[in-house]
């Protein structure tokens, strides 16, 4: 079974702009989080998505949003990029219960200039 | 407060030794409790598990170990071998569909 894959692994931007990542879940899971992951702060959540609904946030400022397909399909987006949101953004995806186990595919590299 | 800590930020062992990583909580609602491994480049990986009414599990060649009574993690690595160098993350999950994660130990295998 294929693992949970991200797109595109690496992208560089510049501050103001905005960016759109692209998490597809393992195959039957439903259920899909972010997290962002920075040497400063360590791994934070962002939010969570189950049934095309967030369930869960993270204290993150608004122009960090996301969304969810009925595909399962996810993708989350942040507007007006700050030099601070260079980090490495990972998805995870699960079977949707609350403690189910989650699976992280192999994260976004995103570098604000 | 709500927080899942590490004791040591690294960890260099013998190739062959066995590995003790810990890490302490402070959350006594948390649900379970999760080890990744995160290699260079990678995301993390799930290694092991263990709910909130289990003191032991065990995989192969980890074994972890829960003391709800001072609320204290471990991960056990037997036999530590070059592919086990990697940064180490306890996470916990209260059972409200986020994990939160310690700062990581990083481990560091010598020949």
């Known amino acids: 079974k294929a693992g949970v894959t991200q797109t595109p692994r690496y992208l560089i931007k510049t501050r103001g702009q905005q960016v759109t990542l692209s998490c597809s879940p393992i195959s039957g899971h439903r259920s899909v989080s972010w997290y962002q992951q920075t040497p400063g702060q360590g791994l934070q959540f962002l939010f969570e998505?189950?049934?095309?609904?967030?369930?869960n946030k993270g204290n993150f400022p608004g122009r960090f949003s996301g969304r969810q397909f009925s595909n399962s399909r996810s993708e989350m987006n942040v507007s007006t990029l700050e030099l601070g949101d260079s980090a490495l953004y990972l998805c995870?995806?699960?079977?949707?219960?609350?403690?189910?186990?989650?699976?992280f595919g192999p994260g976004t590299r995103l570098t604000v200039l | 407060g709500e927080s899942v800590g590490l004791h040591l930020p690294t960890l260099s062992v013998q190739e062959g030794d066995n590995s003790i990583i810990n890490c302490a909580y402070s959350n006594s609602a948390s649900d379970y409790f999760i080890w990744y491994k995160q290699e260079s480049g990678k995301g993390p990986q799930f290694i092991i598990d263990?709910?909130?009414?289990?003191d032991k599990r065990q995989g192969q060649r980890v074994t972890v170990l829960l003391n709800k009574t001072v609320k204290h993690l471990s991960l056990q690595i037997a036999a530590t071998q070059p592919g086990d160098s990697a940064v180490y993350f306890c996470?916990?999950?209260?059972?409200?569909?986020?994990?939160?994660f310690g700062a990581g130990t990083t481990v560091t295998v010598r020949a």
């Open positions: 996470a916990e999950n209260k059972g409200d569909y986020k994990l939160s």
């Open positions: 995870a995806s699960s079977l949707g219960g609350p403690s189910d186990t989650q699976y």
């Open positions: 998505y189950f049934s095309e609904t967030q369930r």
């Open positions: 263990i709910r909130s009414n289990m």
